[in-house]
């Protein structure tokens, strides 16, 4: 074998180990890469609620933009509008919507008896379990206002927000959206209500943006889904840091 032939098959060798070192390396990295990759794509979770619903027109109106968005929400709905209009209550559970409790008259708990207490919270699952064959597990107290000592008995997990727009004074759906969007952030509970026009546009409005922000929109049965939990009695959930917190 002469020098050069001797020299080239060393070259080639040199070449071929190096190149297979590269390889090598690079497939020791892949895996972080991919980890780091799979992390940056989770979405960001919040939770879109209504409260005092539904009403014939405002809260068809809006399942039909949520249905065309793909998003699901939770309606906490009030006992005497549910029985007055329980196609809409179909609609709500047929779109996979998650349907809570917020009493039959929208009275404040804590100002009255133990009896109307449970009058009001036992009412309105009966016209909600008769509407779909299910019992609400949650309720949303108005104003906020509950009682801990009545859960065991009434076998409901109250749950709050942490953003409140107050749409309920605003005179314009711009107001609402912008008091939502400038402070949203992830693991938010959204509060508005399918009683306005201005929070129906709005609450649309909200989603679109959010969604292009890579928000996921999930309901409050969803949270505890997603994190592989039960909900746990004498806790009221402010916001799903709430279920991080008690549960994972």
């Given at each position: 074998?002469?020098?050069?032939?001797?020299?080239?098959?060393?070259?080639?060798?040199?070449?071929?180990?190096?190149?297979?070192?590269?390889?090598?390396?690079?497939?020791?990295?892949l895996p972080e890469r991919t980890v780091a990759?799979?992390?940056?794509?989770?979405?960001?979770?919040?939770?879109?609620?209504?409260?005092?619903?539904?009403?014939?027109?405002?809260?068809?109106?809006?399942?039909?933009?949520?249905?065309?968005?793909?998003?699901?929400?939770?309606?906490?709905?009030?006992?005497?509008?549910?029985?007055?209009?329980?196609?809409?209550?179909?609609?709500?559970?047929?779109?996979?919507?998650?349907?809570?409790?917020?009493?039959?008259?929208?009275?404040?708990?804590?100002?009255?008896?133990?009896?109307?207490?449970?009058?009001?919270?036992?009412?309105?699952?009966?016209?909600?379990s008769e509407i779909t064959g299910e019992t609400p597990?949650?309720?949303?107290?108005?104003?906020?206002?509950?009682?801990?000592?009545?859960?065991?008995?009434?076998?409901?997990?109250?749950?709050?927000?942490?953003?409140?727009?107050?749409?309920?004074?605003?005179?314009?759906?711009?107001?609402?959206?912008?008091?939502?969007?400038?402070?949203?952030?992830?693991?938010?509970?959204?509060?508005?209500?399918?009683?306005?026009?201005?929070?129906?546009?709005?609450?649309?409005?909200?989603?679109?943006?959010?969604?292009?922000?890579?928000?996921?929109?999930?309901?409050?049965?969803?949270?505890?889904?997603?994190?592989?939990?039960?909900?746990?009695?004498?806790?009221?959930?402010?916001?799903?840091?709430?279920?991080?917190?008690?549960?994972?």
């Open positions: 074998m002469g020098k050069n032939t001797k020299w080239k098959n060393y070259f080639w060798a040199g070449t071929l180990a190096a190149a297979l070192l590269v390889c090598r390396l690079a497939l020791w990295r990759w799979a992390e940056d794509t989770v979405p960001k979770r919040v939770a879109l609620t209504f409260d005092d619903g539904p009403y014939p027109n405002l809260t068809r109106q809006l399942l039909d933009g949520l249905r065309e968005r793909g998003v699901k929400a939770s309606f906490f709905v009030v006992g005497e509008n549910a029985k007055a209009y329980p196609d809409v209550i179909e609609m709500m559970y047929e779109d996979g919507h998650l349907i809570g409790n917020h009493t039959y008259h929208h009275v404040q708990l804590t100002e009255v008896g133990e009896e109307k207490f449970k009058e009001e919270i036992r009412m309105t699952n009966a016209v909600l597990a949650f309720i949303r107290p108005p104003y906020g206002s509950w009682n801990k000592k009545y859960e065991e008995e009434l076998n409901l997990f109250p749950v709050l927000w942490t953003v409140d727009p107050l749409d309920w004074c605003c005179n314009s759906s711009q107001c609402v959206y912008q008091r939502v969007v400038t402070t949203v952030k992830e693991n938010d509970i959204i509060l508005l209500h399918d009683c306005y026009e201005t929070s129906v546009t709005a609450a649309l409005s909200i989603v679109d943006s959010l969604q292009a922000q890579g928000y996921e929109f999930v309901t409050i049965r969803d949270i505890f889904k997603k994190s592989g939990t039960k909900p746990q009695k004498n806790v009221i959930y402010m916001g799903i840091d709430d279920v991080r917190r008690n549960y994972e």
